[in-house]
């Protein structure tokens, strides 16, 4: 029998009333807005149509072998170099001691082109977060962010430069979509912060890289062909991959329910985190653009069927904002929303923000906070308070905690 569902837009009970002071997304002009009738919404079309050059891990191993026949090289080379790119961290041909001298160049030039030049490193929460910018080959650039915890090191990456979401509290948003990062483009920023790892770049001394999240610049859903070939460079093991454990990389989405439906047939057991940030749709529809196109009911649907198909327990990550979704009857919604499509294959992180005075992007307050969690847990809902270490964008698209993050620091200058 199929659970009985309660209607969006609705309080599904009366016991937690609706609050009078109702803040809304659309109370501000979107972050980065450039002129005052500027509306947040979404737009798929990249603004270039360049793509990087080829490069080795753009190719599966045949084609690999099969690009260097035709330069001349034979294919047991490919083995080799690939060898050294997922377990030794190593792209450059020139610094290859086991590549004959001769073939460094063509190398360099035909199969493993520099792809991302470093511009510059800032250090945070004392040299145990390093966020890195990237520069591309046609000058866009991109962020990524490496953060070591206790247990594990984590680097949030970017899928694409700019981004086509149009989310309000998001810079990035308003920027629009520059272009799709290629498969190579992605995994160099995992090489390259795996190399970091081990060279002891990071505070605490050498280490290993053991998690990857898209949660940085992008949707990584929108990119799905290139998505598909970095969780192989991402999973599999050499010469075909890093080789790290599925259950450590993590999708996050705003919605593209097709996305999620493709991400599930490709049988890889990555974590899915969905973006939420609203229960109902007459918030989430101003707060995610991407939600007047698949509605909070149709998003969970294709959350909860991921779950049926991997067996992983999805992420649902809310970041709490002071009067505009952090309602007790809002926490009672997501429950009922969860628990109407089975119990145990969710958990909510609630992510805390710091405080922005002025702006309607800022934080709860401590007693809205715990009585958020309480209306959660009481429901049966697994419910982890994020612990966001100031700088950490672990937890949400990344860009609503950044940001606010971002805004703080400069209140701090
Ligand atoms: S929050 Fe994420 S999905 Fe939304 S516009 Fe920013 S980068 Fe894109």
Redesign the pocket.
Known sequence: MSPQRPALHQPVRSRHARSARQVMPTDQLPEGARSKDARARVSMRPKRRGKAPAHMVDLTMEARKQALKEMGIPGFRADQLSRQYFTHFEANPELMSDIPQQLRAPLREGFLPQLVEHVTTQKADGGYTLKHLWSLFDGARVESVLMRYPKRTTLCISSQAG?G???PF?A??QMGLTRNLSAAEILEQVRLAAKACERGDLAGGATRLTNVVFMG???PLANFGALKNVLKGLIEEPPNGFGLSARNVTVST?GLVPGIKKLAALGYPVTLAVSLHAPDDELRDPLIPINSRWKVGELLDAAREYFVKTGRRVSIEYALIRDMNDHPWRAQLLADQLNARGHGWAHVNPIPLNPTPGSIWTASTRAAQEEFVSVLRGAGISTTIRDTRGSDIDGA????ATKVAKEEEKTHD
């Open positions: 981004c979401m149009g989310c998001c990035t948003g610049m992008g949707e705003v698209c990344g860009q609503l």
